[in-house]
């Protein structure tokens, strides 16, 4: 894959803060031509930099009052088998597999406590569970840091 450069750095940078954009304000900010910057982000997506643009929202505003984060001891044979599982629950934000006492992190959001109790014990056939209900959070979803090259 080829080393991105410093205009698809700021490329990126501005399409993490606003995917919606105008190609000729990126233009204007990277000093290029709109048809030039329409270029450098088709090879972006093609390269896998730029995996999808997403809006994002306010999961209150859609009755979602429960976030948990649920940890998840999954043996790696059941993995072939909890994969789909869990790809098909539209409740899980990410799911991610992490070191330590717990195979599996995943983030949910729930309309209720009720539920939440519901998944867990769906999910509990795959193993032992920890689960942490979200009060607040003081940093949102946000960018990749971008580093100079």
Do not use: W
Request: hydrophobic share 40%; aromatic share 8%.
């Amino acid at each position: 894959m080829k080393k991105l450069d410093s205009v698809d750095l700021k490329i990126v940078e501005i399409l993490q803060k606003n995917a919606r954009t105008p190609l000729k304000e990126i233009a204007a900010a990277v000093y290029l031509s709109s048809p030039s910057v329409s270029s450098r982000i088709q090879r972006l997506e093609r390269d896998g930099v730029l995996t999808g643009y997403y809006a994002q929202v306010n999961p209150l505003m859609l009755d979602y009052h429960i976030k948990a984060f649920i940890n998840l001891e999954v043996e790696p044979v059941q993995k072939t088998v909890f994969y789909p599982f869990i790809r098909k629950i539209p409740n899980v934000v990410e799911c991610n597999c992490v070191t330590g006492d717990y195979s599996m992190l995943i983030e949910t959001l729930f309309h209720s406590t009720t539920e939440l109790d519901h998944f867990i014990n769906e999910l509990q056939q795959f193993g032992r569970t920890k689960t942490q209900i979200v009060f607040s959070t003081s940093v949102e979803q946000r960018e990749v840091p971008i580093s100079a090259v």
